[in-house]
């Protein structure tokens, strides 16, 4: 008799996420938005590196997102997502990130407060290292050079040597994201999220007109937490906030290689981020980021511009949600004030009537951008304010719900949106447009916007 014994008492292979089927496909498919990595070795190892690296999220906090998501799906809940155009790995730090945590936290106030819903916390942070450029090249006085694509890929400064694409750079935005998330972790769980902090995260702000609308709603939730503290209430479930994490999934060898099988289910997950989402330029139906996210578990969002139809919203709908999952595909409009009232119906008409329940989300930046007379790329507060305007107008007029805000904002003081309540002009670009990619919010920018969304979300 042959020893079957220890055959028998070893488990059945787990599949990894080297050999999980489907997981490469993408790899036969046309992907745009690419590096071109100048040295192979030094790519091949850097891959190597972030496959053995542990996860930056974890498979159950993904699935709690999708649910909370589920719950935005079906008007019970509303998204707030914000952060950098791109972050930079010199701008990981913690005053930044405090900074910006700190806007999303008095932003989730305002909105929780004013529209008695549940807020979910995301950032743009984390992992937004890089960015598609609608152009390959940046000409400067006559000199050439390979445009910025975001520190995971290059460097901003304007040589040859800092605008190649240098692979290493992916596992410097691993631990830069390793560590943004460590602070944000501590300070949504270790106290500095308290809600009886409120007062505390609008410090060093008083300059704004916005401050002092703040400063009046601190005080009234200041009143009513002490009256259910004096009524005996138990606060444990105010000291620690939900955060998750989210940035454009562009470059598939960074995502690729984040890309681990759950223990518990058996089921890959990206586990670069909470949430990935695939941009205005990398969504086609036949291409390789749709394709390679149809594969993982993650809650995904789909940019779509004045260009999508929907038919094409219908596609995608099949490829990233065949199973009708809530909570799984988000749809983020970016269409520009000026078309956001004629496009946005049809696609969610159609959307509608076919059964699909997504998220809609507005994202008022992107289909905004101008550049100022001065040379500076940016946005008219009027007109992002009119585009979110929009989004919730044709909601409203179809019954269905404007589940989310994206925004690109910061929690510094800079000048880089034109407008607001205390106005932004251009001669401000000078001294403090920091952005190395999209124009921002800033602070006081963003509060007002979150008291104009409270607004309509409440009517
Ligand atoms: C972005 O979110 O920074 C971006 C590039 O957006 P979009 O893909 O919508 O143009
Ligand atoms: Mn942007």
Redesign the pocket.
């Known amino acids: 008799m042959t020893d079957t014994t220890f055959t028998a008492s070893v488990p059945d292979q787990l599949p990894t996420a080297a050999n999980y089927p489907g997981l490469d496909d993408w790899r036969e498919l046309p992907v745009v938005q690419q590096p071109s990595w100048h040295d192979a070795s030094v790519h091949a190892s850097a891959v190597a590196e972030l496959n053995t690296l542990p996860p930056l999220v974890f498979a159950g906090e993904v699935d709690v997102l999708r649910e909370r998501l589920a719950q935005a799906a079906d008007g019970k809940a509303f998204l707030l997502q914000g952060g950098d ?1 791109a972050e930079t790995f010199g701008a990981a730090t913690a005053d930044k990130i405090s900074a910006r945590v700190k806007t999303i936290l008095q932003m989730a106030v305002v909105l929780t407060y004013g529209a008695s819903l549940p807020v979910i916390k995301m950032g743009r942070m984390a992992g937004q290292f890089a ?2 450029r609608s152009s390959n090249d940046e000409t400067r006085e006559g000199v050439t050079l390979p445009a910025y694509r975001g520190d995971m890929v290059n460097g901003f400064d304007f040589t040859p040597e800092s605008r190649a694409h240098d692979a290493s750079r992916m596992v410097q935005a691993y631990h830069t994201s390793a560590s943004t998330l460590n602070l944000i972790r501590a300070f949504t769980q270790g106290g500095f999220a308290d809600l009886r902090l409120v007062h505390h995260w609008n410090k060093g702000f008083t300059a704004n007109p916005a401050h002092s609308r703040y400063e009046s709603l601190a005080r009234e939730i200041d009143r009513a937490v002490k009256f259910m503290d004096a009524c005996g209430a138990d606060f444990d479930a105010l000291k620690r906030v939900e955060f998750f994490a989210s940035h ?1 999934a562009l470059v598939l060898d960074y995502e690729r290689a984040l890309t681990r099988i759950d223990s518990r289910t058996g089921l890959p997950y990206n586990t670069s981020g909470h949430f990935l989402w695939i ?3 990398t969504r086609q139906l036949d291409g390789a980021h749709v394709e390679f996210l149809s594969k993982v578990r993650n809650p995904i969002g789909v ?1 779509l ?1 004045p260009t999508s139809s929907a038919d094409d919203a219908l596609r995608l709908i099949d490829k990233l949600d065949p199973e009708r999952e809530p909570g799984r595909l988000t749809f983020i409009t ?1 269409m520009g004030a000026g078309n956001i009232r004629q496009k946005l119906p049809e696609l969610v008409k159609r959307v509608t009537d076919s059964g699909a329940k997504v998220l809609w989300v507005t ?1 008022p930046m ?1 289909g905004n951008t101008v550049t100022s007379p001065n040379g500076y790329k940016t946005r008219n507060f009027d007109d992002v304010i009119d585009e979110v305007r929009g989004f919730f107008d044709v909601h409203h007029e179809l019954g269905t719900f404007p589940g989310g805000l994206h925004v ?1 904002m910061t929690g510094d003081d800079v000048a880089e949106c034109l407008g607001g309540a205390d106005p932004i002009d251009q001669n401000a670009f000078l001294d403090r447009y920091e952005s190395v ?2 124009p921002r919010l800033n602070h006081m920018q963003s509060l007002e916007m979150a008291f104009l969304v409270a607004g309509a979300l409440s009517r």
């Open positions: 155009c960015k598609p454009e941009g205005e330029r940019k511009g970016r994202d992107h690109e990619c999209d």
